[in-house]
């Protein structure tokens, strides 16, 4: 099946600070989605990008489908930014495979 | 307009015990799927129902079956239960589309822990 990486595993960042996470797969999407799961473990729909870029305020994503990346943009975060950011792909007909996670500790 | 629901929030039972987790999709939407997610680990695919019907299926034991009703709501089975099922069940509800089906949304998840 497709191979999911995202890095870094962790990231801690001091409020204010910019950061870039980042997902490689290893084959042909059709979809890719990325989430922050909250600590209850809700997973919150951040971007829906399977190509091209998008912003949602002080969050944007940038998937170069062709070379097989996509990169999360969080600028000056904040406390809420904290917790896991998941990274999803699907192949057209395949299962939603997820990466491992990054873990964002935003400190005061 | 209300989102993905799931019942319960959290379930305790003991090994060998069968359970039923239960799944109301996001208005609109007519296909369920399923994960479980152990803990410090991403979410990992169970199976998918359209039209009350299970359409995909990931690495998961028969002891694990689904079922989808007229209404597009959802159940999911799990029987004989092992300590190694305890793990966060995620619902996630999507549209079916001509090319494939479209963004996941997920339900806020049943914690079920197995004793």
């Known amino acids: 099946g497709i191979q999911v990486e995202q890095s870094p595993p962790d990231l801690i960042l001091q409020e204010g600070a910019n950061s870039t996470l980042r997902c490689n797969f290893s084959d042909s999407v059709n979809n890719l989605q990325w989430f922050h799961q909250n600590p209850w473990g809700q997973l919150i729909n951040l971007f829906y990008?399977?190509?091209g870029t998008k912003q949602n305020g002080r969050l944007s994503a940038t998937t170069v489908a062709t070379e097989r990346y996509s990169l999360l943009y969080i600028s000056s975060s904040q406390t809420t930014d904290s917790g896991v950011y998941f990274c999803a792909v699907k192949p057209l007909w395949g299962k939603l495979q997820f990466g491992a996670g990054t873990q964002v500790v935003v400190t005061p | 307009d209300a989102g993905v629901t799931q019942s319960p929030t959290h379930l305790i039972k003991t090994r060998g015990q069968q359970v039923t987790l239960r799944c109301s999709p996001k208005?609109?939407?007519?296909?369920v799927s399923w994960y479980q997610q152990a803990l410090g680990q991403g979410p990992q695919f169970i199976f998918q129902y359209y039209e009350e019907e299970e359409r995909q299926r990931g690495n998961f034991p028969d002891r694990f079956s689904g079922h989808q009703f007229p209404n597009y709501s959802s159940e999911l089975n799990v029987n004989a239960l092992l300590l190694g099922d305890s793990a966060l069940y995620l619902c996630a509800s999507s549209l079916s589309l001509a090319v494939d089906i479209g963004e996941q949304f997920f339900g806020p998840g049943t914690r079920l822990t197995v004793l």
């Open positions: 208005s609109g939407h007519d296909t």
């Open positions: 990008i399977p190509s």
